[in-house]
């Protein structure tokens, strides 16, 4: 299995809190992704990134913040939670951004009340 | 508008009949499909991809994918099911949007196994 891990796996905070979810990964990989799961929606992109403080947002990027100040950690913080992001938090590794497999972690599920 | 589809929420077969899982694709240039599977409280696995050359691919755990570039279709399939091949499989495109390529799935389909 590809070396990656996510912390907290389970976490659950109230609303207006802030929430940072932490993805670690030793493979040296260059890109790394943070997604959210939610039934009848699949998995969708929050935020992406393809090097040391180069990030982007994905489809979902509202009310979320990343930051990768490492090669091999990539931070997603909801800076004010809410009900809305409940959800499981999925970060995946790649090699490459176009051909390249994506590994990802085993998840960290979030429930705001 | 660039997007993957997959058309069934659930497919159902008996234990040692062919499976398929539906995949439809929509992109600018040459695709990169990818298909993914999520057993419970997993994180997802990958399956099998193709990228360029033959169209039929073989991948892990005995699945193969069909890629047909006229129907924009990248159908997983299986010629014998197991109960054990019950997850949550998800079809992958690499879309383009501003210079960069953004991995995409599909909202995933719910393969039952029965025995």
């Known amino acids: 299995d590809a070396g990656i891990t996510q912390s907290p796996r389970h976490k659950v905070t109230e609303t207006g809190t802030p929430v940072t979810l932490r993805c670690h990964q030793t493979?040296?990989?260059?890109?790394m992704y943070w997604y959210r799961q939610d039934p009848g929606h699949g998995l969708r992109l929050i935020h992406y990134s393809y090097g040391v403080k180069d990030t982007d947002k994905g489809e979902v990027s509202d009310g979320y913040s990343v930051s990768r100040s490492k090669t091999e950690d990539f931070l997603l913080t909801l800076e004010s939670a809410t009900s809305s992001q409940t959800s499981v938090y999925f970060c995946?590794?790649?090699?490459?951004?176009?051909?390249?497999?994506?590994?990802f972690g085993e998840g960290s599920r979030l429930t705001v009340l | 508008a660039q997007s993957v589809a997959q058309p069934e929420d659930q497919v159902n077969v008996a234990e040692g009949n062919p499976l398929t899982v539906k995949c439809t694709y929509s992109?600018?240039?040459?695709?990169?499909l990818f298909w993914y599977v999520q057993y419970p409280n997993r994180g997802l696995q990958f399956l099998l991809k193709y990228i360029t050359g033959d169209n039929l691919v073989k991948g892990s755990y005995g699945f193969e994918a069909e890629f047909n570039k006229s129907q924009t279709s990248f159908h997983l399939k299986k010629p014998s099911a197991l109960v054990s091949d019950s997850a949550l499989y998800f079809c992958?495109?690499?879309?383009?949007?501003?210079?960069?390529?953004?991995?995409?799935f599909g909202r995933g389909t719910s393969l039952i196994v029965h025995p």
């Open positions: 493979e040296n990989h260059r890109y």
């Open positions: 992109v600018s240039g040459n695709p990169y």
């Open positions: 995946a590794i790649s090699h490459t951004t176009d051909t390249g497999e994506l590994f």
């Open positions: 992958a495109v690499r879309l383009t949007s501003g210079g960069s390529y953004i991995p995409t």
